[in-house]
Structure formats: structure tokens, C-alpha cells
């Protein structure tokens, strides 16, 4: 069910949680006050829940009375790339952020979305929770569509004819007081390098035992049902996700992922490409992974090996 900004904004005032685009991917809201519509979120999603959320802000002010702490190298980077796909995990006012959201950890994770009438909406009902608007495993929402698909046609939708750039957030925090990546993303680290004069390690999957940085890494994300292949022969396989200016010899079915040479057309189309293969029932594809491994593409490999983990 498609609604407007204002009915959005009663809507969460009420408890409920809406599906509101971001220039990311479409987000899962409830009010950061209403712990029991964040329930709803984890419920709705079938979310674990030692999987923490992101507190999404309208300005740096609001992120002041949220987080504990706010490194010198966190305000010159949102100064640069906020409202943007930039997620800062920070140490959190544990008062104000609660326990759910943080799944218990010190720190939460903050963010102001680019959207014009998501951020109208947060300055109405204030802070944000906002997870991708799937369920929990399933390849994130792009479209309005795919959040009917997951949620059914009757969820409340915010849908402004707003195109999304496809890949969520990068996500970061201070380690030893200095930044890393927790998740590659839309922002990239040649970008991030660039304002902090330094190479941007990245902390993903620990090392079995050790505790994660970003419990995120340890679940099946961004998965259709069919089995992805990153490896082995386009021809022993019903359908192959590549690229348009490629050319694949006996494929069945071909998936595009847009121009070899535009990482954004992938990101962009990603996830709707991963939904396609359901819709057509594929059970099983392989994927082209001959492209580069830096700038956005490094995050495009990222989503592509998660989704392809069985
Ligand atoms: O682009 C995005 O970030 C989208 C839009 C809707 O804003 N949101 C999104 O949320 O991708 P979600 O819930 O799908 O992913 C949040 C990621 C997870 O990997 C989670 O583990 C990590 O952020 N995260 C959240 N709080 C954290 C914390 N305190 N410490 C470490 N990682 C955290
Ligand atoms: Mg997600």
C-alpha cells in the first residue's frame, strides 16, 4: 500500500512500522522511542537479534544526544559525506539508544539517509531504526516492489519515484584509534582514504571464536534461492548473471548486471537481478566475478559472495 510522507509520519507516531526509501536501498522504520514497534522490525523480518540496526539521524545535532562519543575523524567525514550512505558505529548514549537496537553492544551505528521526504519524515517522528527492508537473508529492496514481495501488498510504502543506487551503506568504526570498514558499501574507501590520508583496513569475518565487530558478517545475507556459482564453467549451468558487453556461449538464460565498465549499473541492478532469478524459477546460476576489486566493485564482490555462501 503506497503512502504519502504525512501518513508515513502518523503511522510510526502510532507504532507501526513503514517501508521508506533511502538513496541506499528501501528501509524497514520504526521510531528509535518505540521499542515495541523496533520489536516489530526484528519480528517482521525474522531478524536475529544479536543483529543490531541503524539509528538513521536528520543532522548532526540529533546524532549529539544519541552518541556517547564522536572521534575528531567523524566530523570531518560526515561533514563530507553526509546525508550519503555513510554509517558511522560509534560509542552509544546507552540511555538513549536502547538495548535492542545495540543488540547489547556498547556502540551503535548512526547514519543521515540523502532522501529528501525520509529525512522530512525523521525530523517529524525523530530518530529512525532502519534496517533493509527484506527479510532478514533475502536480497535487499530496491523497488517498491520487492518490499511487496516480502511484506505483502498491504505494508505501508513510501514510494516517491525514487531511483536507489542499489548497495547500502559502508560501514565503519575506530579500531585503535583508527577508522576501518566493517562492510564495504556505496561510499568507497579510495573515498574515505582520500579524507583520512591513511589505507582503511577492513575488519569482516572474524576468525572462528573471536568476537565479530560487526555481528552483520555472520549471517547468509542478500541470498535468492538459487544457488549462485563464482566459480567453474558459464556452460554447465541454466543461466548466468554477466554483463551486457560480454559475450557467454551457450548460455540458457542470461542475467544482465549492465556495461563491465559501470560498477553503478551493477549496483543499481543487483539485487533486482537476484530477485529475477526466483521469479523465473532458476535454481541454479553461474556468476561472472571477472571484474575489478576496488572502488564500488569491491562491494558488488562483497554482496555477490554472501549471497552465493550456502
Ligand atoms: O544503506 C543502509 O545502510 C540501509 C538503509 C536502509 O539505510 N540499511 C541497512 O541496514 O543496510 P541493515 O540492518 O541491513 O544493516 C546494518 C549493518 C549490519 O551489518 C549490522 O551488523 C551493522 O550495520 N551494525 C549495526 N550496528 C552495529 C554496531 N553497533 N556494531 C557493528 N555493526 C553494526
Ligand atoms: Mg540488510
Known amino acids: 500500500m503506497r503512502v504519502s510522507v504525512d501518513q508515513a509520519i502518523e503511522l510510526l507516531n502510532d507504532g507501526q512500522p513503514v517501508a521508506l526509501p533511502t538513496e541506499t536501498v528501501y528501509g524497514l522504520a520504526a521510531a528509535l522511542k518505540d521499542e515495541d514497534a523496533i520489536d516489530d522490525i526484528f519480528r517482521l523480518k525474522g531478524r536475529p537479534r ?10 548532526i545535532e540529533m546524532l549529539g544526544g544519541l552518541a556517547d562519543h564522536i572521534p575528531d575523524e567523524a566530523k570531518v567525514l560526515i561533514k563530507k559525506f553526509w546525508p550519503g550512505p555513510l554509517t558511522l558505529v560509534l560509542p552509544a548514549n546507552q540511555k538513549a539508544v536502547p538495548d535492542s537496537v545495540r543488540a547489547g553492544l556498547p556502540t551503535a551505528a548512526f547514519r543521515q539517509p540523502q532522501h529528501k521526504g525520509t529525512l522530512e519524515i525523521i525530523k517529524a517522528v525523530g530518530p529512525l531504526v532502519m534496517p533493509s527492508a527484506n527479510l532478514s537473508g533475502r536480497p535487499s529492496a530496491t523497488a517498491p516492489e520487492h518490499v511487496e514481495e516480502d511484506f505483502g501488498t498491504d505494508f505501508p510504502i513510501v514510494d516517491v519515484d525514487w531511483a536507489t543506487a542499489g548497495i547500502e551503506s559502508t560501514v565503519i568504526t575506530w579500531h585503535h584509534g583508527r577508522a576501518v570498514t566493517l562492510r564495504h558499501g556505496a561510499i568507497t574507501a579510495e573515498e574515505l582514504e582520500e579524507v583520512l590520508g591513511y589505507p582503511l583496513q577492513h575488519l569482516g569475518k572474524p576468525e572462528e571464536g573471536a568476537t565479530p565487530m560487526s555481528p552483520g558478517c555472520l549471517f547468509r545475507h542478500y541470498a535468492p534461492k ?47 537481478t537476484l530477485r529475477q532469478l526466483d521469479q ?6 553461474w556468476v561472472d566475478m571477472d571484474f575489478p576489486r576496488h572502488g564500488l566493485w569491491l562491494a558488488i564482490a562483497d554482496r555477490l559472495h554472501r549471497a552465493s555462501e550456502a
Not at 50 to 59: A, E, T, W, Y
Not at 242 to 269: I, K, V, W
Open 50 to 59: 544479536n543483529n543490531p540496526l541503524i539509528v538513521h539521524v536528520s543532522n
Open 226 to 272: 538459487a544457488k549462485l556459482h563464482l566459480k567453474g564453467n558459464p556452460k554447465d549451468y541454466p543461466a548466468v548473471i554477466g554483463f551486457s558487453d560480454r559475450l557467454y556461449p551457450m548460455t540458457c538464460r542470461f542475467f544482465s548486471l549492465g556495461n563491465s565498465q559501470h560498477p553503478e549499473e551493477a549496483a543499481e541492478g543487483l539485487y533486482d
Open 280 to 285: 523465473a524459477h532458476i535454481t541454479e546460476a
